[in-house]
């Protein structure tokens, strides 16, 4: 299983930084949203798959080392909720430009270059 | 979208919504669920709303309404701090006190969860700002 | 009393709530410089703690330590949060007169403390992933301030901003995955210990590629850089400012603490790219600050080239060139500020940043010319002022430790720089007004719009005649950053105080 998430890892990342590269601004917000989830799997993927052992189940007590790991999924939660705000802003920020100037082409991105 | 079946679902769900959503906050502390979780459900709640009618005009009503919710919600997740403090232990630990009432049973109430209720109403203030910053009059 | 530590954290994120409940500029005007004077006050007594008890540590909501939240104050964190707290004080009075009518300035400090809070965490935190959240609350705090205003220029300097930034911060987090996987630790000091007796730690490299490519992109080091001149001259002055003294900073603290607490496994590879990069960051930035002709722009390819003098010490790797590397972030954090400020009472004299079409400033007011001159000179090295002895140090560490290329590069690029100081000075202040030799109008500055220059200024000079003890100091931080072991001991065994 572990192999197959790594590997979609490396799907994501691949169309995240395709997207990326590409001239529309809003293409490049999907790239980062790949880019981003690409990233959670990969730190979710990083303490390793326990399957039908969960962390905290009151009244039961579980031997700590067939537990999974509840850290890589605590961060992953953080790393969601930043990452839903960054997304947010980021289009609201690409919305208010479009309506400014009428473009979502990167390459009118000149101007405050040199 | 003027959907007659989605305002009358609207009508209701909202409050499913707003139910589940502090049944997630209160059961959050070892199990899943919590005050994120809660509070996007409840923002979904006024969300859904907004879709079934018209999410401009729902913004019109509540005009400042989330950034006050997002103040609120920091000033109890700051206020979570202080039985800690108040104790003399570090800073943000976890201070509970139980309860026996005669119908509920024991009740666990604590500092975490007074950080989660303030969670719980930060994450509906930025439900819907992002939501609101996003919408435009039709 | 150790609760301390969190104050700095703790402070602006109460100031955020009262700000925005209280929705009133009359009481922002009072409550933001005041409130940042309080924390410089609470950064020097944590420094004063430091001094007495060498590291201080808490445990957030009492987890022990490689479990839980640490915040770690040492020599170089409590030397950080003076410094930035004296920056934003300074910034904060400085937006009372700087800031123009269209940003709200109730607004704008809520996010400056966001960004303040997002700073302190960062400088305090002794976890990884701790630090990405702070570096995030920093940088979303940083989005919105460089788009207020929402003029076209902003709105494209931000999305080269927000984009750069944000590939940044995924490669942190991709870098923290694996890190985690690696060791099943994010607390630094236990890092620091597992990583010490560990003969696989060469794998870490790969993670350490990504954090380097991270901090890099945060510092705005040589291939990576190029959003910050393209965003630092769109917003208004007081930001670019309050950008220009701590954002990249931070990404050098980080850089520091990682590259000596616990990326230490393979340093002959390590500190060579850091020499290879600061070589190229200080002539790039140089050379380009050298090419322009508005002050924005010089000043801000300038942060580039300084940046590469801190990547530089680090590379060296000696106490005293990690010394002197500290010691250069602090001058430069007030010197490159107090340049920006001073390009900013240019503007309001004269309208314009462009070089060409002001001059005459000198006599106008030869204050102004003044407040320009000393941090000109700091950054440029003369000697009574604090920059000499910053220079002086990474040079002489270099040419002990003999890596006499990246040395000959420094003083190469502190020829530039002087070049380019020397370009502001005469095109702004000592050339005639061009055109009819009628400046288009005529303005003086009250005391209170000199007043953070000015304190920054003597700061400045304060730091170059007591150089001996800031050097102390940062010599102290130096030695805590090469020999670890009471930063580790500290937070894993934990002090009582």
């Known amino acids: 299983m572990e192999i197959v998430l790594a590997i979609v890892v490396g799907i994501l990342y691949t169309a995240g930084v395709y997207l990326m590269l590409r001239r529309s601004i809003l293409k490049f917000i999907i790239g980062l949203i790949f880019m981003s989830n690409a990233t959670n799997l990969l730190v979710f993927l990083s303490a390793g798959l326990v399957s039908g052992s969960p962390v905290f189940v009151d009244g039961e007590k579980i031997n700590a080392e067939v537990m999974a790991d509840p850290l890589p999924q605590a961060l992953v939660l953080t790393a969601i909720v930043i990452g839903l705000g960054i997304v947010v802003f980021t289009l609201a920020l690409k919305y208010k430009f479009f309506e400014l100037t009428g473009t979502d082409d990167l390459d009118q991105l000149k101007k405050t270059d040199n | 979208m003027n959907s007659v079946i989605l305002q009358l679902a609207a009508k209701y769900l909202k409050w499913l919504f707003i139910v589940f959503a502090v049944l997630a906050l209160i059961r959050g502390h070892n199990s899943p669920g919590g005050g994120f979780i809660g509070g996007l459900m409840a923002g979904l709640a006024i969300v859904y709303n907004g879709f079934a009618y018209d999410t401009f005009r729902i913004k019109e009503r509540l005009q400042n309404f989330p950034e006050w919710l997002i103040a609120g919600g920091l000033f109890v997740i700051v206020l979570s701090f202080f039985p800690s403090l108040l104790l003399g232990e570090t800073i943000m630990s976890g201070v509970w006190l139980k309860i026996s009432l005669p119908l509920v049973g024991e009740l666990k109430l604590g500092s975490p969860l007074l950080f989660d209720i303030g969670v719980f109403f930060t994450v509906i203030g930025v439900t819907l700002m992002f939501i609101f910053s996003l919408t435009q009059k039709r | ?497």
Not at chain 3, 57 to 67: L, Y
Not at chain 3, 167 to 185: C, D, E, H, I, N
Not at chain 3, 485 to 494: A, F
């Open chain 3, 1 to 497: 009393m150790i609760t301390l530590v969190a104050l700095p954290i703790l402070i602006p994120f109460v100031l955020i709530i009262g700000m925005l409940v209280c929705r009133s500029d009359k009481l922002a005007r009072w409550l933001g410089p005041v409130a940042s004077g309080l924390l410089l006050l609470l950064t020097v007594v944590l420094f004063v703690f430091v001094q007495k008890h060498g590291v201080l540590a808490i445990q957030m909501g009492g987890w022990e330590a490689p479990f839980g939240i640490t915040l770690v104050v040492d020599y170089l964190s409590a030397l950080m949060l003076v410094v930035s707290a004296i920056i934003l004080f300074v910034i904060a009075v400085y937006a009372l007169n700087f800031l123009p009518d269209s940003i709200n300035i109730n607004r704008f400090f809520i996010f400056f403390f966001g960004l303040a809070m997002g700073m302190n965490g960062a400088f305090v935190t002794g976890d990884v992933f701790n630090l990405f959240v702070w570096f995030e609350v920093m940088l979303m705090s940083s989005f919105v301030l460089i788009t207020m205003g929402r003029s076209k220029d902003q709105l494209e300097g931000g999305i080269k901003y927000l984009a750069l930034n944000l590939v940044g911060s995924l490669l942190f987090l991709a870098g923290v995955g694996l890190l985690y996987g690696k060791t099943g630790t994010l607390n630094m000091a236990h890092l620091a210990e597992i990583l010490k007796n560990d003969d696989q730690a060469i794998l870490m490299n790969t993670s350490a590629v990504l954090f380097f490519i991270a901090f890099g992109i945060k510092a705005a080091v040589f291939p990576l850089y190029f959003w910050l001149p393209a965003s630092y001259h769109t917003p208004n002055i007081t930001i670019s400012s309050l950008f220009a003294g701590l954002l990249t900073k931070v990404g050098v603290y980080t850089f520091i603490r990682f590259f000596t607490l616990f990326f230490v496994h393979d340093p002959q590879f390590w500190h060579q790219i850091l020499l290879v990069v600061a070589g190229f960051t200080m002539v790039a930035g140089g050379l380009a600050a050298a090419a322009h002709y508005e002050t924005r722009r010089i000043l801000s390819y300038h942060i580039i080239s300084q940046i590469g003098y801190m990547i530089m010490g680090l590379g060296i790797f000696t106490p005293l060139a990690i010394a002197g590397a500290i010691f250069f972030t602090l001058h430069n954090m007030i010197a490159k500020t107090n340049t920006f400020l001073v390009s900013g009472m240019i503007n309001k004299a004269r309208g314009t940043f462009e070089l060409k079409e002001i001059g005459g400033l000198f006599k106008e007011s030869p204050l102004t010319a003044i407040l320009f001159m000393i941090p000109a000179f700091a950054l440029a090295g003369v000697p009574p002022i604090s920059g000499f002895f910053a220079k002086f140090i990474l040079i002489k560490a270099g040419i002990e430790n003999g890596n006499y290329v990246i040395t000959a590069v420094a003083i190469f690029t502190a020829m530039l720089t002087l070049y380019s100081m020397i370009k502001i000075w005469n095109e702004a202040f000592l050339k005639k007004q061009p055109g009819n030799g009628n400046p288009g109008r005529s303005y003086s500055f009250s005391f209170a719009e000199y007043f953070p220059s000015v304190l920054l200024g003597i700061v400045s000079i304060l730091m170059g005649i007591f150089a001996m003890y800031v050097f102390g100091y940062t010599m102290e931080a130096a030695n805590q950053l090469i020999n670890p072991d009471l930063y580790i001991e500290t937070v894993l065994k934990g002090i009582k105080l």
